[in-house]
C-alpha cells in the first residue's frame, strides 16, 4: 500500500482521480488539497466508496505530508512551483497540468506566455505517453500528463509516422470535446442553455495550446517539423473526445495494411483498441481508460482519416494518470483501471 | 404599426421578446436597453430578421423613447420603480418580473423579502393569464406577465376549482422546468456538465417564490385557501415545463366529464389545447405559446392527476406577454404568435 | 473463483451485468447467451476488460454449462421456464425479469396477464433487496431481482411504514426516470429525436406493471394495504431514476426526526446515503450501486417528501443483481460493486 | 392565396414543412398524404396553428387534387413517378429528394443504385439553391431541393471556386450533423440511449449520397474536377449541421479578403450571414432558413477553414423548399420565412 496525494482534488481532473483512486487497492490517499479547505470529501464527492471522512486541507498542510507520489491538478506555472517541493523531498509526481510536456522553455513560453519556474526540472521530467515511453516513466522523478486531445491524437498518429508512410507535414485534425474538457468554472459558453444543443468550432488553426504538444511529439517521431491545423469543436455531450485525422500517405496502402501498422504497436496494449470493422464512437471509450483506433481509405485519393476516441477525463487525463503512476510505482500497469 | 420597448433585453426573456416580435407585423421596436449599451442587435443576436442595426441603449434614454408599450425584463423591485415613469407617460407596461403579480403587499414582501417600491401601482395592474382575464387586462396600464410555473399550474387547475369538484385544500404539483427556467447568469448547477444527463429538485415544498403567486389565484378562484405543496425539478433540457398536478376530487368522476370541464373553458382558446387522448409531452409546446393538457384518472382512488405542458419562455413569458399585448393594444390576439 | 452465467446477454441489464462481473475478481464467466448467438464478447462490446474472447451461446448449450450461479435477462414468463432446468441442477439463479417479484400467483397474473409457468418454484424464490431481507435472500435457490422503480420506491418509504408514521393509506409517487429504462429495442417513443429535449408522462394511475411489485411490499411491510399512485415519466438523459414521494405522516415530525429513521435502517449499509442537507441529483447514482435519500418538510401541512435517486441500470437492476450474488455466493456484500 | 399539397407529410422533412406552411400567409394547404390516411393532422401534430382538420389522404387521392405547387417527401426513384402526374397537370413540384438534383444519369445511378425512373424530366427541373440559381428556379417546373450536408457545403465553397482562388482540387469537409437527419424510422443507431453522449463519423470517404450532388455542383462552378473527401459525423442533438471545410488557397489572402469573397456573393442575401467575428454555432441556425459562415486562417500554412452552420431540416431541407416555393409562385422570397 503506498500513500498518494492530490493538489487541486475538486476540479473535474481531481474528481475523476478521487474516482478511480478510490477503486484501487494499492493506495491509500493520505491529502487532497484546495483553495477552500475544510470540507469532507463525502461532503461534496457523496458517492465515493472509499477516502469518504478525509478533510481537504490546504497547499500549504498537503506539501508536509508523508507520500509516495502526488499528481498536481492546478493552472500552467503553478504546477512547475510547488512541484520542486515535493520533489526535494523525493515524492514522485504526476502533473495533469502542462509544466512538464516540453521539451523545449522556448515552446512551454511560446504557448503558455509565460517563462517555465523551474526550468531546471524539465531534466527530471517526462512525456507521459506509457504506450510510447513507459520505459522512461517507470524511473522519472516527474511525468507531465499529455493534454486530452494530444493522447487522442499522439496514440492515432505516431504509429503511421514511425512507420514512415505519412507524406505530408501538415496533419489535420478535425477534434470534437465533451463539454467537461473546458473544466468546471462556469461560463457562458459552457452555460447549460448555450451549449446544449449545439456544436462550435474554437480556436481554430494552429492557435489551442495543445498544438504546441502534439506538433512536439509528432515531429520528434517524423524527425522532421510536423505541423497540425487543429480544429476543436464543443459538442454537447459530457465527456468524450473523438478526433478525426487526415493526411496523405506517401503509397496507395490497403486498409489492411493500415490496420497492421496500428495492431504492431497496440496489439499486446491493454487500453489501446484498433477496430478492424466499423469506426469508434466516444460512447466506447467514456468511463474508461481506453482509447479506440479505427481507419478509413478515401477510394481515389491519397488521403486517410484516422479516427481516436477517448474519454477526456479518462485516457485524456485522470484515467492516464493512475496508469503512469502504476507505472511509477511498480504496479500492475492495469491495476485500478479496468474500466 | 405601434412602437414598443424593451427594458433588460439580452436574458433569455428579452432574447424571446425579440425573437418574437421579430415576426409581428404590427409594431416596431424603438428600443432595447441592457446594462452595457452599445451592441447592435444583430452583433448578440445575428440570426434576427429585423430590429438588426438598433443598438442596445442605457436604460436612461429608454425612458425619454416616445413608445406605446414596454416590456420590462427586470429584478423584483426594479420594474416597479420604472414603470412609474413609463406610467406617468401615458406608456402601457407588461412586466415580465414579479412585481405586478400580487394583489397584497404583505404577500410581495414575504416572497420578495422587500417593500413594494411603488405601492400605489398595484391600483393600474393586473394579472396577465389572458384566457382568465383578457377583458380586464385590455384596459389595463400595467399587466404583471405570470411565472412560467404559475401558468402551467393555473390553466390546469382552475378550470377544475371554478366547475367546484376539488376536495382538497392542498393540491401536490410537482414540476420539471428546462434549464432556461434558471436564467442566464452561469451558474454551478446550470453548467452544462452539471446539469446534463441528471435531474434534480430544489426549492421543494413551499419556499419557491411562485408558490406565493399560484396559491393567490388559485385561492381566489375556489374562493378559499388553497396550499400549493410545490416541488420544482431541474431537468436536462434547455427548454419546457410540465406539471403533473394531483389532487382528490369530491366525486367519482369520468374522465369524460373532467375533459368537459377543461373543454368548457378553452374550447375556443387558441393556445390553449386539451389533449382528449394521451398525456403531454414539452416537446409539443417548446417554442410556442401553447399550453397541452391532459388528465389521468386514479382507479379506486379519488385522485385525479393533471398535466399540463407549457415552453417556460413560451407560454411561461415571452410568447404570453405578446399575446398581453395583443390585447392591450387592440390587436387580434393571436397575431405574430403562430408558433 | 465461482462461475455465472447470464441467460439474455446482450440488451441493456445483460449489458451492464458483463461490464459489473468484468470488474469482479471472485467469479469467472462460463457463458452469455442469445438468441443469435456466434459473436464474440468483444465485437459486440469491445471495451470488456475481460471475457472479450467468449462467444454468445444458444440457450440449449447454455443450461448444459457447470455454473454455481445464473443470471436471467428475460421476459415475464421465459424466466420461470428456464429456472427450473437450472434449479434442478442446484444451479442458485436471480431473475432480473418479474417472474419472481411475486408472493401471490393471482397477482401476477394481473399484472404480467398470463398464468405463472413454475408456480411452485416461488416457494424457492425471495424479493431481493438486501437492505431489507439479506438473511433470506443468503438461503435461497432463487432471487427476483426488483424492478428499478420499485428499488427507489421502496428503499424511501420502507423505513417510514416500519416506524409506523404514515398517516396515509396512499401514497403518490411522481417518478422519473432515463430512456434506458425502456430498453434497447427502438421504438417511436425512444427515437433520439422524440426522446430529447422533452419530457413526457407514460402509463399513468396505477396501470404500470411496477405498481404491483411496490404495493405488495409496502403493504407487507405497512401490515395493511397500500395503495400507489404511480406516474412515470421520461426523461431526456440515458439514465437515472428519480422518485418524489408526497405521503401524509400522522403527527408534526422535524426533519431531523424523519432523516433519524432513515439512518436507523441504512446507518450500515454501504450503497445506501441519506442527504443530511440536499437533495438527491441523479448524477450522484449512476454507474453505481448507490441510493440516494433526501427529505423535505411541507410547512403548514401534514405531508412530507422523500426523493430517492438511483441509477436504473445499477441499483435498479443490474448492479443490485450483483449485489444479491455476493449475498448468495457468501462473497463480500461490496465486493465488485465498489462504483 | 395559392394551393399547395405535399405527399408523404408525417416525417421530419413533411412535418416541419407543415410548420412552415401553416405561418405562410399566401398559401392554403389542399392536401397531405401518408401510406396510412385517415388521421386528421391535429391529431398527429396537435401544434399546429392552422390546416388541423385536414385528413391525411392517399396518394391516390392526392394526384386528383386542384394544386398550383406540390411539395415531395420520398424515397429516391418514387418522386421521379409520381411528379409525372403532377407535371402533366402543369403542377409544379419541388422534390425534397434526391430524384432532381442529377444533372447526369450516370451520377444518379452510381450514387442511388437504380435507373433514373422519368430520365426525359430532368431537363425540366432544376437544382434548387436559390442563392445561385434563383432566375432559373422561377422559371422551373420541377426544383430538385438540396441535401442538407450539400446545402451547408455549396453556400460555404462555391463563392471561393468562383473567385478561383482554390488550389485544391480536394476538398476536405468534416461534417457534424444532428439526428434528425437520420430520418424518422427507429434503429439501433438512433435510439435515443446509442445517440445520446455519443459521437461517431458514418459513411466515410467518398462514399455517403451526398458526395455525388456536392462533386456535381462544385465541379461545375470550378470548371474541373473537384472531390468532396467527406465525413459525416452523427452529434447528440436533435437538428442543426457545422460542416468543417478545408482546402488550400493558390496565395497567402488576408482574412478580410476571404470575407470579401463571401461577401461579395451574399451580402444581399436575407438567409445568409457571414459573421465577421468569431465562428458559427449551429444554434444560431436551428429553427430558421439561415446559414452562418465564417472562415478562419491557418497561420504558417496555405490552408483555410469555412464554417458553415444550417438546420439540417431548416435550409437543409424544409424552409429551404418554402424558399424554393416562393421564389416560383413569384411571391416575396421572405415571406414566411422570418424565423
New interface residues.
Partial sequence: MQRVGIIGGTG?TGEELL?VL??HENVELSFASEIEPGQKLKDIF??L??FRELALCSTEEAVEQEVDLVFLCLPAGESAKISRLFVDRKVKVIDLGADFRFDDLAEYRHWYDMDHPQPQLLHESTYGLPEWNRDVIKTSQIVGNPGCYPTSVLLAVLPFLRAGIVADS?I?V?A?S???GAG?T???I?????????????K???VHRHVGEMEQELSKQADRPI?V?F?P?L??????I?S?I?FRVKMEIAKSDLLNILNDVYNKE?FV?V?KNG??????????N?C?L?I??????D?I?V?SAIDNLGKGASWQAVQNMNVMLDFPE?IGL??
Fill in positions: 473535474y474516482r478510490a477503486r457523496p458517492y466508496p472509499r501538415q489535420i478535425d470534437k465533451g463539454v467537461s468546471k462556469p461560463s457562458p459552457t452555460h447549460y442553455v448555450e451549449s446544449n444543443e449545439s456544436l462550435m468550432p474554437y481554430v488553426g494552429r505541423h491545423l480544429t469543436h459538442v454537447p455531450m459530457s465527456r468524450g473523438l478525426s487526415y491493454p483498441h477496430l469506426l469508434p464512437a466516444t460512447k466506447l471509450a467514456v468511463h474508461s481506453l479506440f479505427g478509413a481509405t478515401i477510394p481515389e485519393t488521403y482519416v479516427f492495469t479496468l474500466s
